[in-house]
């Protein structure tokens, strides 16, 4: 598992997974807009740099529908659950971090 993180007005979150989608998807769900995916989020694997000095930046635009639970789901969880959607947009290379 690698941790990637972002920074969302002023302030670095960092999620976890083995692939920077996976990251993304749980941004989407925590920060992405009903129904649109206009947002982009820029996000960097922690404590990793390119050999050329650079750091990697994978952007995605984000969102989420909501959606009904599966019969199954145990009744904690609700009537509607979240179903994250992301979408790669590219890499970009920076020679510094933004900072926070």
């Known amino acids: ?24 998807l749980k941004a989407a769900t925590r920060y992405g807009k009903k129904g649109r995916m206009d947002e982009t989020v820029e996000l960097r694997e922690r404590g990793r740099q390119n050999k050329d000095g650079t750091y990697s930046l994978h952007q995605f635009k984000i969102g989420y529908e909501e959606k009904p639970a599966p019969a199954s789901a145990p009744s904690w969880l609700g009537k509607t659950v979240k179903q994250p959607k992301a979408k790669k947009v590219g890499v970009k290379r920076v020679k510094e971090i933004p900072k926070a």
Do not use: T, Y
């Open 1 to 24: 598992m690698a941790n990637f993180e972002f920074i969302r007005n002023g302030e670095k979150c960092v999620l976890s997974g083995k692939q920077p989608r996976d990251a993304a």
